[in-house]
């Protein structure tokens, strides 16, 4: 196995995730259903989204947290994300990269995860 060493190796990751996601009982409903996400636009926005984090290129330019806001997600969700993106990660790539994207992947869960909890997303009765 080898390291994650170009954008076609980031379509490799990005598409096996989210099959994974879509697959997933709880992940699944929040893109088809909550968000109804149009998968030919996420899809590429999340290549260019992991090609900057791991090649620095400047291609992906949004306010991802924001986008979550929204959404109906719970605090366990993050661990099911994480969880899966790491297996996905190790399914198909080995070395300093592939730790790196899979650091980062719980670095920025974490802290989505803390913010909502201080924006009282996660309290009982939460009515968004
Ligand atoms: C429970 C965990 C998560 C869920 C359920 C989730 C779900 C979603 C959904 C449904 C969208 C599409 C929003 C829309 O287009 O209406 C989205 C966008 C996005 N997510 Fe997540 N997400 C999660 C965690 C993460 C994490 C940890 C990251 C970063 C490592 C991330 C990065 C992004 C980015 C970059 C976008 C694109 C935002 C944009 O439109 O610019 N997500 N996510």
Known sequence: MSDIQNDEDISTL??????????????????NEAANVDWDEHLPKMVDFWSKMIFQTKRYKGRPFREHLPLPI?????????????????????????????????????SFSTRMAMDGKFDQNSED
């Open 74 to 110: 719970e605090r366990d969700d993050f661990g099911r994300w994480v969880g899966l993106f790491t297996d996905t990660v190790d399914e198909h790539f080995e070395g300093n990269r592939a730790d790196y994207a899979k650091e980062l992947a719980i670095n920025i869960a974490n």
């Open 14 to 31: 990005v598409h096996s995730f989210y099959a994974k996601v879509e697959e997933d009982e709880r992940l699944g409903p929040i893109f």
